[in-house]
């Protein structure tokens, strides 16, 4: 009864006061929220300009206020701006909670205020939070925003949190072009793509995607944020130069150095076998061979010049002069991410310049120093190397072991009687994959150089010796205190095992290895879930439904195809959460059965083969084995014919084995049988032809199983056959 007497209350306020007006706006839990609170209608002066604020429930404990116009102002989530020009203020509240759910004041200090009521839902598909990377000079980056269906009609909007904390800058109302800057397009249905082009470093930031909601009052159309983006531009991955002078025999221990554009002051390289680095000019003086070895990196506009790499002698300089040429090559990818299943193989992608007649391929590592080298000769053998007229070639790398986790980098490579250069274009950083199952056991190998025998190795989940790093164990610790681990240091073979027993879902992720500062090297561990394969068959043309139970929260969902689930994250995406449709393939989130669903359409017999449902949180993988088949249909074939002096009867039939077919063990049909099917097709006279002979034609009858049958019924017909080089003629005379 007291709880009926307060709303009474509070809806009489409402209605018969003229300086009171309640409003309802909605909110989500992660999510966002704008509305604006309307002046009252009466004029107000300049003092009552003043003096404008938000708080919680009547009496104000908790809120924010602002007596300065034209200028937003804060208080932790919330955020408050007076528009000197408009009759409202604004309230932006971020990262909404259950706990904000209630009563709110807005209003002047001096004569009028509303009445707010903040409803807080939880919905499957508003308050999430993705990070994206972009990428200096990048065409264009799309951003996916889902939306419940209720919100299908519902005008969209994509906002920016800058210096102020929203502003607009797509609507679905707005007119929508394709060479504009943001670009909005609605699917009515479950989502719309926000894409943004030529990308810069001024388009870094935080982005909101959000519906316009209609509250209880006209006035009070306020806008629920669904989705938060945080987008990081980077520089694109820095194309290097690498370049080689050979000096003769004689000058092997004098001074090199490196000049740009003489008469320019020469930069002299120190110390020999050794790399030094002036700026970005990396350089090792190789006094066994005398070359000197110069390694450019991140290069741009202003490093191209003349250049001089030269050796200094008594009276004068030994040098080659280079002309580096610096182009913006845009179909260039970024920096390219791989993995490889240990003691298989990985190929890597390379660019190569179009006019290639006098350069070779070229793929080197990158060492602690960033300063990438060429793979040494008794490595080189794993390396295979194949080209492509248009432009591309690949690099195979066998037998991948945990050594060869890294950054490589690869390009095309000019020789000259005293120079080498390398334009490296691609990188790419290989992450060696462990494939377990749930419950079963998992080696991870760690080796290391031999002068690190002594010291204590260390395996960490995430980059060793940063601060987000989760210590696995050391060699120097007992597997005591986790009785799931457990080490082996093997000074002889350099090699630091650490065994997981009884793996789960949450010991997916990657995994380094490393020894102080001297290594790191990652290795990535994806978990199979034991007890969960799962076989459906269909039939061609018809669709499939595929559950794959969440096992995870806050995860991206994703559904591929793949012998190996790492090729299959890499190769075999065929839909995700992030492109929910995919030509066939289509994926739908059930949170609360906790599954999410991949349907496939007008199926044929090539989608039959190995699938797999994948679940990834920061790099960590989860893998359901899904095995589809959709069987080739059933045919078979008879040949009936009758000779008639210069006429043929021919008999032509089709029966389709449907599910309900009820057969029996022995399905040859004898020379009854066959004239029953004869019988039920009828005949057509055809008119035997004299040339090129009077030899018998023949026609087909085929038996195909049908589609929708679910047995495994089969049809044979025994009788006399004729066999000829193409066919097989199974026939039956029929008397005159």
Request: aromatic share 10%; proline share 2%; glycine share 4%.
């Amino acid at each position: 009864m007291k709880a009926a007497i307060i709303i009474f209350i509070f809806i009489t306020l409402c209605l018969i006061s003229g300086q009171v007006l309640c409003v309802r706006v909605f909110g989500c839990t992660g999510g966002s929220l704008m509305f604006k609170c309307m002046i009252s209608n009466q004029r107000e002066t300049d003092d009552q300009h003043k003096g404008k604020y938000f708080c919680r429930n009547r009496r104000c404990k908790m809120g924010i206020s602002t007596d300065v116009q034209s200028q937003w102002v804060y208080n932790g989530r919330f955020a408050l701006y007076d528009d000197e020009n408009s009759r409202f203020f604004t309230v932006f509240i971020r990262n909404i909670n259950r706990e904000d759910y209630g009563e709110y004041t807005c209003g002047n200090n001096q004569t009028w205020n509303h009445y707010v009521t903040l409803v807080v839902s939880k919905e499957s598909r508003c308050g999430t939070s993705v990070i994206r990377d972009g990428y200096l000079g990048q065409k264009t980056i799309t951003f996916r925003c889902e939306y419940d269906e209720k919100f299908k009609t519902h005008t969209k909007v994509f906002y920016r949190l800058n210096e102020d904390p929203v502003h607009v800058l797509k609507s679905s109302r707005s007119s929508q072009s394709s060479e504009e800057k943001f670009s909005l397009s609605d699917s009515h249905n479950d989502h719309f793509n926000v894409t943004i082009r030529d990308i810069s470093a001024a388009d870094g930031g935080v982005y909101l995607c959000g519906v316009e909601r209609d509250g209880s009052h006209q006035s009070s159309t306020h806008i629920t944020f669904i989705k938060e983006i945080q987008l990081n531009v980077q520089a694109y991955s820095s194309k290097s130069v690498f370049i080689t002078c050979k000096f003769p025999q004689e000058f092997k221990g004098n001074k090199k150095f490196i000049q740009k554009d003489p008469p320019q002051k020469k930069i002299f390289v120190e110390e020999q076998n050794q790399w030094v680095h002036h700026d970005k000019v990396h350089m090792y003086d190789d006094s066994s061979e005398g070359r000197l070895k110069v390694f450019i990196s991140d290069l741009t506009a202003a490093d191209e010049a003349t250049y001089r790499c030269g050796v200094n002698i008594t009276d004068h300089d030994l040098f080659t002069e280079i002309k580096l040429t610096v182009n913006q090559v845009d179909h260039f990818p970024a920096l390219s991410k791989s993995s490889a299943i240990i003691g298989e193989s990985v190929k890597l992608t390379c660019n190569f310049p179009e006019k290639h007649d006098e350069t070779f391929t070229h793929i080197c590592k990158e060492n602690k120093e960033k300063i990438c080298e060429s793979i040494s000769s008794s490595e080189k053998k794993r390396f295979e190397f194949s080209a492509s007229p248009a432009g591309v070639f690949t690099v195979s790398i066998s037998n991948v072991s945990v050594r060869d986790a890294g950054v490589y980098w690869c390009g095309a490579e000019t020789r000259d009687t005293h120079l080498t250069s390398v334009s490296l274009t691609n990188q790419h950083q290989l992450t060696p994959t462990m494939v377990g199952r749930e419950g079963d056991s998992s080696e991870i190998k760690c080796p290391y150089d031999e002068n690190h025998s002594t010291e204590v190795k260390h395996l960490c989940k995430g980059k060793c010796f940063t601060k987000d790093a989760q210590n696995i164990i050391r060699s120097d610790e007992a597997h005591v205190n986790n009785p799931k681990i457990s080490v082996k240091d093997d000074t002889e073979l350099n090699l630091f095992t650490v065994t997981l027993s009884d793996l789960r879902a949450e010991d997916a992720g990657i995994y380094w290895c490393a020894v102080k500062e001297a290594f790191n090297l990652p290795i990535e561990l994806m978990i199979v879930l034991k007890d969960a394969l799962f076989t459906h068959e269909a039939s061609v043309g018809g669709s499939v439904s595929i559950s794959c139970k969440n096992i995870r929260t806050q995860t991206q969902r994703l559904f591929c195809r793949g012998d190996q689930p790492n090729i299959c994250v890499r190769d075999g995406v065929r839909v995700s959460s992030d492109t929910r449709t995919s030509g066939r393939f289509s994926l739908t989130d059930e949170t609360s059965a906790g599954v999410f669903t991949v349907n496939i359409s007008n199926l044929t017999e090539e989608d039959s083969g190995k699938y797999w449902c994948a679940e990834e949180t920061s790099g960590s993988f989860v893998f359901t084995e899904v095995h589809l088949h959709v069987p080739q249909a059933l045919l078979y074939t008879a040949l009936f014919l009758k000779k008639k002096k210069k006429t043929v009867i021919l008999f032509v039939c089709t029966v389709s084995l449907k599910h309900h077919l009820k057969t029996t063990d022995n399905m040859t049909h004898q020379k009854p049988a066959c004239l029953r099917i004869v019988s039920s097709c009828g005949s057509t006279p055809v008119q035997l032809p004299t040339i090129p002979s009077d030899e018998l034609l023949y026609t087909s009858v085929s038996f195909q199983k049908h589609e929708e049958s679910l047995s495994e019924a089969s049809v044979s017909v025994s009788n006399e056959e004729i066999h000829s080089d193409y066919t097989t003629v199974i026939y039956h005379i029929m008397p005159d």
